[in-house]
């Protein structure tokens, strides 16, 4: 038996029964072509489905993560050395410093005193008894009404 060029084509795409006869055509009845069509977007939504679910499963790990992380930052920084709260003018000269939750001494010009607790907020904010204000404005209010600010251990060091 002598193979043409017809029958080592039909081998090499797939179609072996062509040496026994005409070379057989890839046709699909429609039938096939749409239970394929719908198999394959079955397998499709699957699929992404799948994926999806994944993708989403991580974001919320990953967002779990981050919320206990952050969980233990703040706990570690209620736990850890008291911050320091520069204390500085308007130009940005330091006046004093001092940690977080000790006092201030505020003395008026008639000789009044008030002792004020410091709490640290952030950088250039201070909660001085529970009112929050900018390090500089209250260092130039205080000046600008002539109060006297200064730590508590200087106004307590002066009366010895």
């Given at each position: 038996m002598e193979i043409d060029g017809?029958?080592?084509?039909?081998?090499?795409?797939?179609?072996?029964?062509?040496l026994w006869g005409e070379p057989?055509?890839?046709?699909?009845?429609?039938?096939?072509?749409?239970?394929?069509?719908?198999?394959g977007m079955a397998f499709g939504i699957m699929t992404g489905a799948?994926?999806?679910?994944?993708?989403?499963?991580?974001?919320?790990?990953?967002?779990?993560?981050?919320?206990?992380?952050?969980?233990?930052?703040?706990r570690r920084q209620k736990q850890g050395e008291p911050k320091q709260i520069q204390f500085r003018d308007m130009e940005g000269s330091?006046?004093?410093?001092?940690?977080?939750?000790?006092?201030l001494c505020m003395m008026a010009e008639d000789g009044t005193k008030e002792i004020g607790i410091c709490r640290f907020v952030d950088e250039k904010q201070v909660d001085v008894n529970g009112q929050i204000?900018?390090?500089?404005?209250?260092?130039?209010?205080?000046?600008?009404?002539?109060?006297?600010v200064y730590p508590l251990e200087t106004a307590e060091k002066k009366k010895r």
């Open positions: 017809t029958g080592f084509a039909s081998i090499a795409f797939g179609y072996p029964n062509a057989q055509s890839p046709r699909q009845s429609r039938k096939e072509k749409v239970k394929m069509f719908f198999t799948a994926f999806g679910i994944g993708l989403m499963c991580c974001v919320v790990a990953g967002k779990r993560e981050d919320q206990q992380m952050e969980q233990m930052r703040i330091e006046r004093f410093s001092l940690l977080d939750g000790e006092s204000w900018e390090i500089g404005e209250f260092l130039w209010q205080m000046e600008r009404r002539g109060i006297q």
